[in-house]
């Protein structure tokens, strides 16, 4: 018995890719145009763009871990419904 391609799935994928690539893009860039802002608003040193961009970086990496987790996961499922049937 041959599987029937699922078309769906590709779709899933790049949505799945688009989502983690905003993910990690956007934190990065708001956080270093924050901490830009507040910078100039507030005349505080370089130190604040260095917090801020690390900050970013941090959001961003949680970002990715918890999406690799949640992929993990779909794929012990998907695994486990293959062995079922």
């Known amino acids: 018995m041959t599987k029937k391609p699922n078309h769906w799935s590709v779709l899933r994928y790049l949505i799945y890719f688009t989502q983690v690539g905003v993910s990690v893009v956007t934190p990065p860039i708001l956080c270093c145009f ?10 505080l040193g ?3 763009v260095i917090i801020g961009i690390v900050l970013g970086i941090a959001v961003a990496a949680c970002s990715l871990r918890d999406f690799l987790r949640l992929t993990e996961r779909k794929a012990r499922e998907s695994e486990r419904k293959e062995k079922w049937h």
Request: hydrophobic fraction near 55%.
């Open 34 to 43: 924050a901490a830009l802002w507040l910078k100039r608003r507030f005349a």
């Open 46 to 48: 370089n130190g604040t």
